[in-house]
């Protein structure tokens, strides 16, 4: 790339051109005829299980470093302190401004969750004044399940709070000591956090309808979360409790539950509030309480909103008018309008006034019945309803005006870029399509043209359902049951209309534009999701020394020599395009001869294919010789963003952040994991809509697959940077900058019960991280910074302020280097004396075949019966022991590929048979690198399950950033720089 010596600080957009529109925003829709029916604005969904509730109570406890019982809440030392907490615990919350929790705390293996503790009743006053909690983590645990039904008996932890953001310090946390128990919460608050929420529908049930996942699955993943577990802990060590489902599923399953928790949060606030106004009846909580979306709960309490204009089903019923409204259905025979009219009054002045008012009431009535509601879903869902967007007048007259100008030679820089943000949407200008048909990336697209003002979106729905819902309510629904006049039945029949035009036609809009979003979102960020894990679990190359290479034109382009361990040996800046191109190549064969260096990773910014071109000119000629060089090309996005970065400045003190650019590109093909984890997901250059969907949403989830990858490759926890730790399931920034000090301090661990040492690591965070991190004898003897004390051979105990005392032993555990977790190792010893071993022999082909040998002989369901484990806990623990010391999962992922020549997109022909590397993929199709400088697209019509493995068939695309594949050139635009391509097979 074309660099200066400033810090770079710009993001790289990759340019596919107009295949897809690829980014979209939040859509807004505006109702002309009521204010109220807007749709609300939207919010991350809450990360915490948690649902506030009338009288909610939650005793507070407080980890003390010896404590071993349970402690009381604390009391206040006076009267004066009792009664102003008292006061503070009694008051009204129901309009308080309240803290938006993101589920990127949850992601991140941690929750910061305010939770406001009242005393509202004589049970509450019996226990104790109520005091209000510090802003600190809390967590759920389960009781014993024999003990009681399924959520009862849970405790309240604290623990300290993550809040780990990328380039950002910690926020600071709390003190934690050694002691997890905590006083037992009250009845009423046990009852609150039961499956049901409070609502009038079972969470659990309705959990399994909106995942398709089984309901006593559903049932133990609540239980899990509830406990704090991780999703990676879960997968790995609680597979039988979730069915062995994948991570994905599991957290999907979880989103979804918390988007439950957080509906029944914000009607528990909508009931307060409209309890403290006064408006509150038995049928109206009832009607909040079975809401089962947030669009639901906004169409019944909207008219309720004090913010919002005086609705007129809310003057009607000032007026007095719901007596007739009621008389009209239950009685018409009795009813005369006449009567209601007072002259004078405004509303009330006319029968026709009068009649106005009831129709307004019954309209709303027949707005908010709930088998109303669903009776027109079904309607149209058995009818043809479209979605129609169309270009704007602005968007035209600027489009008019802007070639009006280019004819004029006048093209000021802003109105050429609305120019070309009117041509993006094109497709759109007049496209009509089924929403049971629309993909993904349209609806996205669609909603960002309407959010830039180029398009307007409409939802059509036919007549036939206005027909049909009119004729249904008026002969069956809201049919009179008695006797009634003509007119009547003509307000009646007008009540229906004005109630489907006015209320129902836009609650049901707002209802598929906000069904296709939340579906388009997270066909987004699955497609994200995916793209980064492949990303992150590229096998990495290991064993051989490297040249990272950032090109450049004007300032040259920058080298980093790193070792076989990412360690910088040389750093320099070559200028490779101009005339003194000749002397720039003899340093090169210089530095590469001095440090046998035969592998060179160019990054895919600026000056790349020219790069590319000397290199592979150079190597052509032998000019290495007796080098064999050879060269890859590897994504450099997110590298300028992480060299001005506090981590590298951190890391790479003393080098100019342009040379850093070029040690990050070595580094992330000797090891992506480790050095992509360094930089922010949404800046390595994978994604197509994440600029545009719910930056919670995806925030939490790109975390989480983050945390997943990194544990489920393992960390040798000696070796491994402060960074890299962050991301292990169970641990936060602040335990590991603590594991990273005490390693400082103390010298490498020698097995993992020494995490127990480390401040901030309780029995919680220790179970969630310990399987996750390796031990290698071989690393801890040279990571030794300092002098270690020589081990003893018999345990000895340790003091550590803020921790209880406990015996540590001080000697290697080769299951350390393994797998298997610890609270499985009595299990794995007892296996390896079954099968005549040890576990000095781990991975051995000795052990192995004793392995072989004994679960041929008696299968895996039978031993899991003999140990008294489960089938898959013995499994784990026989991959971990039959897998050799330092396995890396990732050796099954493919590497990046390196090359010695390159092709030019002018040499291919259509029908040519190319292999090729996945570079993106998106909701429309998937990128290629074939080699000649411009990635080819795959569209997704030419992906299809007769050309896709077995396993990878129940994936919605199915290619992933990674996977090489063979492919034929159906189509060849070199102007535009397009290539078309078919996908012929992946390869394995």
Known sequence: MNLNRQPRATVRTVDYGDWEDDRVRVFNIDDPSEEEWRPPERKAPCPGPRASAAGEKLAASKRTSKAKEPKAAKVPKNESALRKSDAKSRAPKGRAKRKNNTDEDNMNGGESKDIKKESASPRAAESGPSVRAKEERVSFTVSNANEGPLFAGWTAKK???????????????????????????????????????????????VLSTLTCVERWVCGNVVTLLREENTVPFMVRYRKEMINHMDADAVRDVQLVYEELCLLAKKTQSVVNTLKKDGVLTTELEQSLRSCRSADELDHVYTPYKKGCKVTKVRKAKALGLEAAATALMESPHNLDLRTWVKPGTEGLSSVKEVATGVEHILAYTIAKDPETLNFVKTLC??????????????????????????????????????????????????????????????TLAINRGESLKILTVKVNIPDSVKSNFTRWCVNTRWKPKTYAREEHHTLIKSSVEDSFKRLVLPFLTRMYRTKLTTVAEKESVAMFVRNLRQRLLVCPVRGCVMMGVDPGFAHGCKLAVLSPTGQILHTDVVYLH??????????????????????????????????ESFFADLIARRYFHPLDVSYCITNEAGASIYSVSPEAVKEMPDLDPNLRSAVSIGRRVQDPLAELVKIDPKHIGIGTYQHDVSSGTLKAALDAVV??????????INICSETLMRHIAGLSTSRARN?????????????????????????????????????????????RSAPYPAAPHKPAAKKVKGKSSAIIPTHFNPLDQTCIHPESYDVAQRFLCLIGSSANHIGSAELIQCVNRKVGSSSVEELSKTLGTTPETLQLIIDGLTQPPGFDIRQDFGQEDFKRGIVSIHDLQVGTVLTGRVENTCLFGAFVDIGVGRAGLIHKSNITLDKLPVCQRRRSLALGPGERVEVRVLNVDAQRGRIGLDLIRVLQ
Request: glycine share 6%; with cysteine.
């Open 578 to 611: 101009g005339s003194r191109n000749h002397r720039e190549a003899d340093k090169l064969r210089h530095l590469m001869t001095k440090y046998s260096c035969s592998r060179v990773v160019i990054g895919n910014g600026t000056a790349c294919r020219e790069t």
């Open 707 to 716: 945390q997943e990858c990194v544990s489920f490759v393992g960390v040798d």
């Open 381 to 442: 869902e058995n009818s043809a309803v479209t979605l129609h967007s169309s270009v704007t007048k602005a968007a035209l007259k600027e489009k008019e005006e802007q070639e009006k100008s280019d004819q004029d030679h006048k093209k000021p820089g802003v109105q050429k870029k609305k120019k070309q943000d009117v041509d993006k949407f094109q497709l759109y200008f007049d496209f009509t399509c089924n929403i049971k048909r629309i993909q993904p990336h349209q």
């Open 159 to 205: 623990e300290e709070v993550e809040d780990f953001t990328f380039d950002e310090p910690a926020l600071k946390k709390q003190k934690t000591g050694a002691d997890w128990k905590s006083a037992v919460p009250s009845k009423e608050s046990q009852a609150l956090e039961k499956g049901d929420l409070n609502m009038n529908w079972d969470t659990i049930e």
């Open 739 to 783: 594991i990273a000090e005490w390693r400082e301090q103390n010298g490498p661990f020698i097995n993992r019960e020494q995490l127990k040492l480390v401040k901030g690591i309780g029995p919680k965070s220790y179970q969630q991280c310990a399987g996750f991190i390796r031990i290698n004898q071989k690393t801890m003897h040279s990571a």
